[in-house]
């Protein structure tokens, strides 16, 4: 079993390393044709002479063919350097290394909480379809798709942070003048809680609430319709039934029977909202001052910083392989029909 | 009647749809002793699935119980809350359903099945569920009952699936037990053994049985008293042999004419309310000179889908011109692969496939469709459901062949055409504009047909055309087949596991296990004298209508 899971996810990546190539080349040459010359971003100034920007793209290899930069951006991507900042200044690599933590324990959180949400939501509205309930919860639905997230964001941090006064200041991973906790992981969560701070675990904590519940609202809908409809399907099935036919208690028949063979397809959905998520949440990083890695492309996108975001790309068609693999697995186990060989 | 097990008394169930509310029973009596067997007949939409899923309260949320009242063991449950109808459920009062696999849960084994009843019921001991699970699989003759323990209801056999199906309504030892269709679907002889052991079971506990079967063989064969029902009535009821030797009701005359016996041929089927299809059939005698080639040959036909055996195992056979050729044999014999081999659907690994003198085995099959074979051969599939498009008329479905094969456009000779196949299989001509939905089984069963003989066709394949059908309609459906043989002098080549009604149909037999011809001849001669012993259980097991048990008195 185990073997034919590793021979499995072994085969899955292999086939993705064609579909990553494409995305470095496509990137990398959508950054060179889009307009904007970074040697004339990061020059001196606006006085800067001709000759200083010439020298400028010369240093930057600029002023090859495409076809030669390509290639030798290839063999740098292949030895695992993604090139150096001009905004930060820092190697690429080093930027995200620091940065994806914090979009990715963003991204999770909001994920588990949307989840936590989400499938209760749908699990009642599929017990009592067309009632009060089913009704309520496909508002809530439609509330959170159509409000975009900077709106909901801003809401949340007027009431919860203007008004009530119970959020911290809603700027970044922590509150500036309190410590962050000793870098193990880069999530702060964990880095606290294994440290054993829970003072600084809570304070990491509510500062990031305010932005996971922000993103959660936004994915509550693709995660609860579905739950419903699934949990429909599976209600009218023969099987549940059966079940009632033998005398089993009610719980165990929506717990046991029925949504578990409902989480099937919203676990496939839940792959294809994470992968949204960590690309989709640039303006909740925004809004929030978030440090993470979504917030770190859009700029380097507006300053014609080319690394970072050729960087950026690659790193989410990475993430987005993953996820789809650790569904797959996740799916075989949770279905013993599919096949795992 | 006060010491009756079950008492049903003029029950009445409504269902809301979107055009209103449909009575689906308009009170109905019906009365069970405990220990005894009844049997509930009728065709499709007669009520009487809806009358056990009023019996067990397990109606859908649109089902409502409108009237009467339903008495077990002296005790009205007709209004019963959930508590005490989920205690009532699965210990004293059980029930097995129609397609046992989709009536097991996909995603636990069959033990957590089995534990999952016995503890709903309080009866599981912790220390050893796991004996009890073994005990219950070895009451219902599971091969193997430790390895099946473990595994998921996909990984077992239909006949398995009901087997578990079986061991968790047994397993809080009901007093009555209601099986819904118990065997449709599964393979003769499998409906044969579920069925023994299901009697076996109900005599060694003394458990009361529903049967609920459109299949008059099977009730007539198992069932002490028969009610027969039809759109949401017993018309009839009776103690079995009484009722089926002088059946009252005309509708029970009309079913007990249609179900085949032992003897019966096509001509007897006939119901009597159709009478223009059951008109003697003049038999045009099409002599073949010596010289002429076979319709169709198939020579050391080999088929494999890459595992380790042959799904199609060197087969060869020839059906003449005009002629009927039934092809037999139990699921996973490999008779699908054939009819689609024959079809050209897919492409032999080895052999040849003659037609009419013509090798088509060399043209792949996607390029088949150009051949000016493909319209000499064509097929009328099993589903009549689920072979057409919902979204065509009937008339568009019987076009689309003549559109793609012929090039004909829009217009008089379409319509003619279309008429015309329609006029061959029966299908009246102002139900052309209807939509599959808006049809019944039968009349979507003689599209199916029509779509296939619109291009003109000289071989029809039918993978097994009226399984899906209530027996009067398979009858006229027969009937039709029969009689485009012989008019059109179409051959037939009878995809079916329904040996009774190859029997009737066809000239020529070739039976089938696993991929390999075991016995061929003539349809008469195999079933007088099978040589194979195969053959033989195949026909031991037919569900013949025999209400006088003649068979049964011949081996007790």
Known sequence: MLAGILRRVGRRLLASIPALFGVVVVTFVLMRVLPGDPAVFFSSGPSAGKEEIEELRRS?????????????????????????????GQPVVVDMTRRLPASLELTCTALFIALLFS????????????TAIDHIVRMLCTLGVCVPTFVSGLLLIYAFYYLLGWAPDPTGRIDIFASAPPDITGFFLID?????????????????????????????????????????????????????????????????????????????????VFSTMLGAN???????????????????LLASDYAPVQAFVLLMAMIFVMVNVTIDVLYGIADPRVSVA | MTAQLLQVENLQVAFSTRHGTVTALHGIDIALAAGETLGVVGESGSGKSVTSLAVMRLLDRAGKITGGRVLFEGRDITHAGHADLRRLRGSALSMIFQ????????????????????????????????????????????????????????????????????????????????????TTGLDVTTQQTVMELLARIKAERGMAMILITHDLGLAARWCDRIAVMESGRVVEQGETVALFEAPAHPYTRRLVAASPTRRSTLADLAPPGLARDAAPVVTVPREHGPGTPPLLELVNVVKSFGGPTRAVDDVSFKIPQGGALGLVGESGSGKSTLSRLICRLIDPDDGDIVFDGESIARVPAREFHQSPRRRDIQIVFQDPNDSLNPRHTAFDSIAYPLRRLEGLRD????????????????????LLQRFPHQLSGGQKARVGIARAVAPR???????EPTAALDVSVQAVILQLLDRLRREDGIGLLFVSHDLNVVRMLCDDLVVLQAGRVVEAGRSQQVFQRPQADYTRTLLEAVPYFDPQRTELLKTA
């Open chain 1, 192 to 272: 606290f809680a294994l440290k054993g701070d829970w003072e600084g675990w809570w304070a990491a904590f509510s500062q990031l609430l305010l932005p996971a519940c922000t993103m959660a609202l936004f994915v509550l809908a693709p995660l609860a319709r579905m739950t419903r409809a699934s949990m429909l399907a599976v209600l009218g099935s023969d099987f549940i039934r059966t079940a009632h036919a033998m005398g089993l208690s009610r719980l165990r028949i929506i717990v046991a029977y029925a949504l578990r063979n409902a989480l099937l397809p919203v676990l496939t959905i839940t792959g294809i």
């Open chain 2, 411 to 430: 217009g008089a000779a379409l319509q003619t055409r279309v008429r015309e196949a329609a006029a061959r299989a029966g299908l009246p001509m102002d």
């Open chain 1, 60 to 88: 930057m290899g600029l002023d090859r063919p495409i076809p030669v930069q390509l290639v030798r951006y290839l063999g740098e991507v292949a030895t695992g350097n993604l090139g150096r900042s001009m905004t930060t």
């Open chain 1, 119 to 130: 499938i209760p939501l749908g699990v009642a509205a599929a017990l009592r379809p067309g």
């Open chain 2, 457 to 463: 066709p000289r071989l029809l394949v039918l993978d």
């Open chain 1, 282 to 300: 640039v303006l909740v990083e925004k809004v929030f001052s978030w440090p993470g890695v979504a917030s770190y492309a859009l700029d380097a």
């Open chain 2, 99 to 182: 397609n046992p696999r989709a009536a097991l849960n996909p995603i636990r084994t069959v033990e957590q099945q089995i534990v999952d009843v016995l503890a709903a019921h309080g009866r599981l001991s912790r220390a050893n569920a796991r004996a009890q699970a073994l005990d219950l699989l070895r009451a219902v003759l599971i091969r193997d009952p430790e390895a099946r323990l473990g595994a998921y209801p996909h990984e077992l056999s239909g006949g398995m699936c009901q087997r578990v199906m079986i061991a968790m309504a047994i397993a809080c030892e009901p007093v009555l037990l209601i099986a819904d269709e118990p």
